[in-house]
């Protein structure tokens, strides 16, 4: 019993003493801050911020909050570098307490003192429901009735202008606003909405004032019957403008349109019929040019044609093990081809079917398309898989059916069972509301962030991707148009890999709150860019994303390169832009993406784009050219097994980067040769070696910088 007793008292102070080497956090803040944040309705969130008694390097930590409906404290996040969280899940007149921990590789320290906090009422926030016109004519009468809500449904909301025409009035109580215009021009316009419970709201565009105007007009018609066709989309594209304008056929296939003298291509279009541009064409490239000129009218009719039935085919297969035994699963056929202006009419974006007693399925699917097949089994203990053995969408195999297709056979491998997962909701930056769409994450494996398993959201945007190998992982969502693909970052929006935050998934535990945030394409028109994505060698690369960008740095557009690396990306706006090429295990090669398109001369382009495969144990170089050696903190941090260490040079100059243990022995030697300036690169695989804190030094001519990174496994 003495004996027992004496081991009791050991494992105590042992436990506690691990627990000391751990240093507690202090001084822990809670603090509401007001801010209009996409998705919660412009409330705000819980700041927390905290100290500790020596420095954080090292350092992870885990935030605990109670909120009003728990019992107890819950982890809300981990693997957190900064001393300092910010909590946007929080409800109204609420009161939460909070506490956190740091915990590494030695173990984890006691909690920090609590912080609490109550949320104050929503504010009232005011925000306008409509668009105003943009183009006016001299002489003629421009209004527009502008509309503004606010959250509280007691607000009166009253309007006046800001900044304006002379001569432009703005309906206190209707919002009305009226103008004659008496020149040509640009004409800037800001209005002011505001609550008689605080909130305001503004609203600022410009209106276009042109000279004389012409019309066109016509009527469009069925060509099975003659009869008259009711809702078609006329699209008429200035070829020297970037814009486009629109009319809409009544219930007798009748259209009218006043336009700005100049030259323009028509587009006819309505679901269920063969698209066609005047005048009987089926591309922008050869569609005729009708020239409007002051006070005249032309007529352009058009004849459209139904588009035939879909003919059915089947997509068949198995779903095996190794060994050739049936697993059960859920076969699925994706639709790859995306597009704004749908031809068929509404049909089931994806077909499923679920294997029989032997393994086989059997998919029927709409001819014509090319769709990506995806197997994913009941049973936990096996990977899901896309054809051909791939982890993930965008590294999918197409498969193109014009007939029935037969033996898209899966293989499906065992793996370990954890008891952990990333998960969280897709939405809408700007509302908050949920998008659908397919979620990958991608593994940190040797210095690359690897492909490794997908999944779909439900029809409210939530997704969860289980049983995860432990690791560093990137997420990324592919949603419908008209949304933009994006990679988790929290609280703004990421597009390339780079820039997405990353999960940290230890064997136990979902990890939650994986928010993906993604935005719409801001604008749609009729030009088009196509071509191939190729490595430097001329191998294709398939499932790199190719990313449009507009002059004012946003995305407008993507494409998803196919198995020949070929990609296409349709519905630009006239103009200029540059495509960025983003492949997780590959850098950009090409000098000159831009590429510049317009509805006259050149509507659409072809743009091959080049990338080299990213080095994971060679050192690479990127420009500018720095003035200045430095050596940066190596990311990630702690790290398993690999992490990234950036230097900088220069001038050309012997360079030596090694990696010390503790006690001074060496245990790598990364960089050993002369190089010239530059920003260098270089992935340092730790696999053969233990957990614990290792130095790296950097000695380049007379520089010379250690600094301490954390291998933990």
């Given at each position: 019993?003495?004996?027992?007793?004496?081991?009791?008292?050991?494992?105590?102070?042992?436990?506690?003493?691990?627990?000391?080497?751990?240093?507690?956090?202090?001084?822990?803040?809670?603090?509401?801050?007001?801010?209009?944040?996409?998705?919660?309705?412009?409330?705000?969130?819980?700041?927390?911020?905290?100290?500790?008694?020596?420095?954080?390097?090292?350092?992870?930590?885990?935030?605990?909050?109670?909120?009003?409906?728990?019992?107890?404290?819950?982890?809300?996040?981990?693997?957190?570098?900064?001393?300092?969280?910010?909590?946007?899940?929080?409800?109204?007149?609420?009161?939460?307490?909070?506490?956190?921990?740091?915990?590494?590789?030695?173990?984890?320290?006691?909690?920090?003192?609590?912080?609490?906090?109550?949320?104050?009422?929503?504010?009232?926030?005011?925000?306008?429901?409509?668009?105003?016109?943009?183009?006016?004519?001299?002489?003629?009468?421009?209004?527009?009735?502008?509309?503004?809500?606010?959250?509280?449904?007691?607000?009166?909301?009253?309007?006046?202008?800001?900044?304006?025409?002379?001569?432009?009035?703005?309906?206190?109580?209707?919002?009305?606003?009226?103008?004659?215009?008496?020149?040509?021009?640009?004409?800037?316009?800001?209005?002011?909405?505001?609550?008689?419970?605080?909130?305001?709201?503004?609203?600022?565009?410009?209106?276009?004032?042109?000279?004389?105007?012409?019309?066109?007009?016509?009527?469009?018609?069925?060509?099975?019957?003659?009869?008259?066709?009711?809702?078609?989309?006329?699209?008429?594209?200035?070829?020297?403008?970037?814009?486009?304008?629109?009319?809409?056929?009544?219930?007798?296939?009748?259209?009218?349109?006043?336009?700005?003298?100049?030259?323009?291509?028509?587009?006819?279009?309505?679901?269920?019929?063969?698209?066609?541009?005047?005048?009987?064409?089926?591309?922008?490239?050869?569609?005729?040019?009708?020239?409007?000129?002051?006070?005249?009218?032309?007529?352009?009719?058009?004849?459209?044609?139904?588009?035939?039935?879909?003919?059915?085919?089947?997509?068949?297969?198995?779903?095996?093990?190794?060994?050739?035994?049936?697993?059960?699963?859920?076969?699925?056929?994706?639709?790859?081809?995306?597009?704004?202006?749908?031809?068929?009419?509404?049909?089931?974006?994806?077909?499923?079917?679920?294997?029989?007693?032997?393994?086989?399925?059997?998919?029927?699917?709409?001819?014509?398309?090319?769709?990506?097949?995806?197997?994913?089994?009941?049973?936990?203990?096996y990977y899901p898989e896309f054809w051909d053995n791939k982890r993930t969408f965008q590294e999918a195999d197409r498969i193109l059916v014009n007939s029935n297709v037969e033996n898209i056979n899966f293989v499906l491998e065992q793996k370990p069972v954890y008891n952990n997962g990333i998960a969280g909701l897709v939405k809408d930056f700007?509302?908050?509301?949920?998008?659908?769409?397919?979620?990958?994450?991608?593994?940190?494996?040797?210095?690359?962030?690897?492909?490794?398993?997908?999944?779909?959201?439900?029809?409210?945007?939530?997704?969860?991707?289980?049983?995860?190998?432990?690791?560093?992982?990137?997420?990324?969502?592919?949603?419908?148009?008209?949304?933009?693909?994006?990679?988790?970052?929290?609280?703004?929006?990421?597009?390339?890999?780079?820039?997405?935050?990353?999960?940290?998934?230890?064997?136990?535990?979902?990890?939650?709150?994986?928010?993906?945030?993604?935005?719409?394409?801001?604008?749609?028109?009729?030009?088009?860019?196509?071509?191939?994505?190729?490595?430097?060698?001329?191998?294709?690369?398939?499932?790199?994303?190719?990313?449009?960008?507009?002059?004012?740095?946003?995305?407008?557009?993507?494409?998803?390169?196919?198995?020949?690396?070929?990609?296409?990306?349709?519905?630009?706006?006239?103009?200029?832009?540059?495509?960025?090429?983003?492949?997780?295990?590959?850098?950009?090669?090409?000098s000159d993406n831009s590429v510049s398109l317009n509805y006259g001369s050149n509507p659409s382009t072809t743009k091959d784009l080049f990338l080299n495969p990213e080095s994971t144990t060679g050192v690479k170089s990127n420009s500018p050219v720095p003035s200045s050696y430095s050596l940066s903190q190596n990311y990630p941090n702690p790290?398993?097994?690999?992490?990234?260490?950036?230097?900088?040079?220069?001038?050309?100059?012997?360079?030596?980067?090694?990696?010390?243990?503790?006690?001074?022995?060496?245990?790598?030697?990364?960089?050993?040769?002369?190089?010239?300036?530059?920003?260098?690169?270089?992935?340092?695989?730790?696999?053969?070696?233990?957990?614990?804190?290792?130095?790296?030094?950097?000695?380049?001519?007379?520089?010379?910088?250690?600094?301490?990174?954390?291998?933990?496994?």
């Amino acid at each position: 019993m003495k004996k027992l007793n004496i081991l009791l008292i050991l494992l105590f102070f042992g436990v506690n003493l691990v627990r000391a080497q751990v240093p507690t956090p202090t001084n822990l803040t809670a603090q509401f801050k007001q801010e209009n944040h996409p998705g919660m309705m412009g409330y705000g969130y819980v700041e927390l911020k905290w100290q500790m008694p020596q420095s954080s390097y090292g350092y992870l930590f885990k935030v605990f909050r109670m909120g009003p409906n728990d019992t107890s404290y819950r982890q809300i996040a981990s693997g957190l570098r900064d001393k300092e969280f910010h909590d946007y899940y929080v409800q109204p007149q609420s009161t939460y307490s909070y506490y956190v921990v740091a915990y590494n590789y030695q173990g984890i320290s006691d909690p920090s003192n609590t912080a609490s906090v109550t949320t104050p009422p929503v504010p009232d926030v005011v925000r306008f429901v409509t668009l105003p016109p943009k183009l006016a004519s001299l002489g003629v009468l421009y209004t527009y009735d502008a509309n503004a809500v606010s959250n509280q449904a007691t607000a009166v909301i009253t309007y006046s202008l800001v900044e304006g025409p002379a001569d432009l009035t703005v309906d206190s109580v209707t919002g009305i606003v009226t103008w004659t215009p008496s020149a040509g021009g640009y004409f800037k316009v800001k209005i002011k909405a505001e609550s008689n419970l605080g909130g305001k709201a503004f609203q600022e565009w410009s209106i276009k004032v042109t000279g004389p105007t012409g019309t066109i007009s016509g009527t469009v018609t069925n060509s099975s019957d003659n009869s008259a066709l009711a809702g078609v989309t006329v699209f008429f594209i200035n070829t020297n403008s970037t814009r486009h304008e629109v009319a809409y056929t009544d219930q007798n296939g009748q259209y009218s349109k006043q336009l700005v003298e100049g030259n323009y291509k028509i587009k006819f279009y309505k679901r269920g019929f063969v698209p066609e541009f005047f005048d009987n064409k089926g591309s922008i490239d050869s569609a005729d040019v009708v020239t409007v000129t002051a006070n005249t009218t032309f007529v352009a009719n058009a004849d459209l044609t139904p588009v035939a039935p879909p003919t059915l085919y089947t997509i068949s297969g198995s779903v095996l093990d190794a060994n050739g035994q049936p697993v059960k699963s859920v076969v699925t056929a994706f639709v790859v081809k995306d597009t704004t202006f749908p031809i068929l009419p509404p049909t089931p974006r994806n077909m499923s079917a679920v294997t029989d007693s032997l393994g086989n399925y059997q998919l029927r699917v709409i001819g014509g398309f090319q769709y990506v097949v995806y197997a994913k089994p009941f049973n936990r203990n096996y990977y899901p898989e896309f054809w051909d053995n791939k982890r993930t969408f965008q590294e999918a195999d197409r498969i193109l059916v014009n007939s029935n297709v037969e033996n898209i056979n899966f293989v499906l491998e065992q793996k370990p069972v954890y008891n952990n997962g990333i998960a969280g909701l897709v939405k809408d930056f700007n509302n908050g509301n949920p998008v659908e769409a397919v979620v990958s994450v991608f593994k940190l494996n040797n210095g690359r962030f690897k492909p490794f398993k997908s999944t779909r959201t439900d029809s409210l945007g939530n997704y969860l991707v289980e049983n995860l190998e432990p690791g560093n992982y990137i997420v990324f969502a592919k949603p419908r148009l008209p949304y933009l693909p994006g990679y988790y970052k929290a609280d703004t929006v990421a597009f390339r890999w780079r820039d997405a935050d990353t999960v940290v998934v230890s064997e136990n535990g979902i990890v939650e709150n994986i928010n993906i945030n993604l935005v719409t394409r801001p604008d749609t028109g009729f030009a088009k860019i196509s071509g191939f994505v190729k490595t430097v060698n001329g191998d294709p690369v398939a499932g790199a994303v190719v990313l449009t960008y507009n002059l004012n740095g946003e995305v407008v557009a993507y494409s998803i390169s196919s198995n020949d690396g070929s990609y296409q990306i349709e519905n630009l706006v006239a103009g200029d832009y540059t495509l960025v090429v983003d492949a997780t295990e590959y850098e950009n090669a090409s000098s000159d993406n831009s590429v510049s398109l317009n509805y006259g001369s050149n509507p659409s382009t072809t743009k091959d784009l080049f990338l080299n495969p990213e080095s994971t144990t060679g050192v690479k170089s990127n420009s500018p050219v720095p003035s200045s050696y430095s050596l940066s903190q190596n990311y990630p941090n702690p790290f398993n097994p690999s992490t990234q260490i950036r230097f900088t040079i220069p001038e050309k100059t012997n360079v030596k980067l090694e990696v010390y243990n503790l006690i001074g022995q060496k245990v790598a030697d990364l960089v050993n040769s002369e190089l010239s300036a530059g920003e260098y690169s270089i992935t340092f695989n730790a696999s053969g070696l233990s957990s614990g804190i290792y130095l790296y030094r950097l000695q380049a001519g007379n520089f010379s910088s250690v600094k301490k990174m954390i291998l933990m496994k």
